[in-house]
């Protein structure tokens, strides 16, 4: 399940790595397992991610699902930390809001100073509505700088090259565990757990069992 999430690894190279381990789990069973817990792990990981700061970075990217695109909405902040993901079948001011409403609820998320997004025109109106809604502070900017979203147009390659390496989703019922179980590994790859350094791999494990009730 973390190898899955962390590495461009199939169903079929899962398998093997197990076997060499002694280990005889079918491909199902770790499509299974992915699909089940993959959003469980992203849920339970979320109250260990250290704060981020309140320079956002938003853009959308496309993902493929059962042969139609799907928009998925991003944000990191300033220093590359990834902040919150979003599947919507629509780019509008909705789906901008949607996805606002989702950040800000994370516990480790900070509430916006500024917002930079593309020049997409749903942007502007759900920046507004967040304001007064009282969701960002009403002393919340947008800007609309090109240059400053590169990071975040980076930080889309991992999970469209791994999105890609597994021919992408067949529902979005199984999209969705999917990339979340991505998603949150990133994030433990970036190095956002709280009191555990990015390179100690040994200590990230032992948490995400310990939260599945699986430490020794």
């Known amino acids: 399940m973390r190898w899955y999430g962390r590495y461009a690894l199939s169903y079929r190279d899962l398998k ?22 993959g959003s469980q792990i992203a849920k339970r990981l979320r109250p260990h991610f250290r704060q981020t700061c309140a320079s956002w970075r938003l853009d959308e990217t496309l993902v493929k699902i059962k042969g ?27 789906a901008a809001m949607r996805f606002f409403k989702k ?35 009403s002393q919340c900017k947008l800007r609309r700088v090109k ?27 199984t999209a969705r565990p999917t990339i979340d179980i991505m ?10 757990l709280r009191y555990i350094k990015k390179q100690n791999i040994c200590a990230q494990n032992q948490l995400i069992d310990k939260l599945f009730g699986l430490a020794a």
């Open 183 to 192: 998603e949150a590994m990133r994030m433990v790859q970036k190095g956002q």
């Open 68 to 94: 139609r695109w799907y928009y998925l909405y991003r944000a990191i902040d300033k220093y590359g930390n990834t902040l919150d993901w979003m599947l919507s079948r629509q780019q509008n001011a909705k």
């Open 16 to 37: 093997e790595i197990a076997a060499e381990r002694g280990l005889e789990i079918e491909r199902s069973t770790i499509c299974r397992w992915v699909h089940e817990y």
């Open 147 to 173: 240059y400053l979203n590169n990071c975040i147009e980076n930080d889309h390659k991992a999970v469209k090259r791994k999105s890609r390496f597994r021919q992408w989703y067949q529902s979005l019922s």
């Open 103 to 137: 950040a800000i609820a994370q516990p480790y998320v900070k509430s916006p100073r500024v917002v930079n997004v593309d020049k997409h025109a749903s942007f502007p109106p759900a920046h507004q509505k967040a304001k007064d809604e009282g969701l960002f502070s």
